[in-house]
C-alpha cells in the first residue's frame, strides 16, 4: 500500500483494532506514523532510522514512524528508543 494508505490506517486503527507489524515472531504495534517522500526500496525495508523515526519504504512513498508499542512495553518515541538498545536497523525488512 502506499505511505498515505498506511498513515491513514495508523489514525483509523487506534485504540481498536490497532495497526501492527511483526519484527520477528514479536508484534510491533504502530501508534503514530506520518507519510513522507522517501528513496525507493522493497516496501517494507527500513531506510532511515534517527531522531524523527524510523522511516519505511511503501509502495509509494515512505511512512515515517513516530512511536510504536514493542510488545509488553509501554508504548515509545522513536525519540527515547534509540537512547537505549532497540532491534531496527537499516535496510532490515519489517512485516
Do not use: W, Y
Request: charge should be positive; charged fraction near 15%; proline fraction near 7%.
Amino acid at each position: 500500500n502506499s505511505a498515505a494508505q498506511i498513515e491513514r490506517r495508523v489514525r483509523a486503527f487506534n485504540p481498536v483494532p490497532m495497526a501492527f507489524f511483526h519484527l520477528g515472531a514479536e508484534r510491533v504495534r504502530v501508534l503514530q506514523a506520518t507519510a513522507v517522500p522517501a528513496p525507493q526500496a522493497r516496501p517494507g525495508e527500513v531506510v532511515g532510522l534517527d531522531a524523527q523515526g524510523l522511516l519505511v519504504s511503501c509502495a509509494d512513498g515512505g511512512l515515517l514512524i513516530q512511536t510504536l508499542q514493542m510488545a509488553g512495553k509501554n508504548p515509545v518515541s522513536l525519540k527515547a528508543l534509540l537512547n537505549g538498545s532497540h532491534p531496527f536497523a537499516l535496510h532490515q525488512v519489517l512485516h
